[in-house]
């Protein structure tokens, strides 16, 4: 949500200057930065199958539709290796969240001997989640593995994760799609395709920048 908090919001600030301190640190692929969102797709099947494309008109659709349920869709973005990881689940509880930092520690991020992992205050992003999830062991293993950076309150406009999210949903998601295995199929697909491509990304708006163009947020003393 791309929003601006009330003047002098210190807890903003606070949540917002250790954002961005971390997305200046020089890339290390022994310890990434990794951005995180998620997101729901509702699922859309049709009534009647839609008409074939023909040259020169678009596919058409019946305007009746099923809806199928809600999917929901984890992903992670590591910005300075231009490479994102996908997930499509039925659900987005404390288990499906730990199951995916699971995956991001295990397959997306093998090599890494700590992830420094972005993400916004969801009340299941975080380490109790892991605890909800596995053994002790295995939930230890993992929070050592994690540097959790939460963006602030209505900042999620600091997380790199909803910039994905916004070029995911353009392409692959702005049409129906019926059931949740035809929705990880296509996601799958659209990663499989900006990964090939690596595009990285340079943060530029930094602290100093911040303490100027959003100096209302920041509160006030008196000489």
């Known amino acids: 949500m791309w929003c601006i908090p009330p003047k002098q919001n210190a807890a903003f600030v606070a949540h917002m200057e250790q954002v961005l301190d971390v997305y200046q640190r020089p890339y290390d692929p022994r310890y990434p930065v990794i951005c995180m969102d998620e997101s729901n797709k509702q ?6 199958p839609p008409l074939p494309v023909q ?3 678009a596919q058409k659709e019946d ?5 199928h349920g809600t999917g929901n869709l984890f992903i992670a973005f590591e910005p300075g290796r231009g490479q994102r990881h996908v997930a499509a689940t039925e659900h987005r509880t404390q288990q499906d969240w730990a199951h995916f930092i699971q995956s991001i520690v295990d397959d997306f991020c093998p090599a890494a001997e700590r992830i420094t992992l972005v993400c916004d205050q969801l009340n299941t992003h ?9 053994a002790p062991e295995e939930a230890h293993r993992l929070a050592c593995k994690l540097e959790l950076v939460h963006t602030p309150k209505h900042g999620s406009w600091l997380n790199m994760a909803e910039i ?3 070029a995911l949903s353009r392409p692959c998601l702005n049409r129906r799609i019926a059931d949740l295995v035809t929705l990880a199929r296509e996601v799958a697909a659209w990663a499989q395709d900006r990964n090939e491509q690596a595009t990285t990304v340079q943060w530029r708006f930094t602290t100093a920048n911040a303490r100027i163009k959003l100096a ?3 509160p006030k003393f008196l000489p």
């Open 164 to 166: 994905e999210l916004s």
């Open 55 to 57: 040259p020169g008109q």
């Open 63 to 67: 305007c009746n539709y099923e809806r």
């Open 216 to 218: 209302s947020l920041y």
């Open 43 to 48: 699922l859309i099947g049709d009534v009647q």
């Open 126 to 134: 975080g380490l109790a989640s892991l605890y909800e999830t596995f």
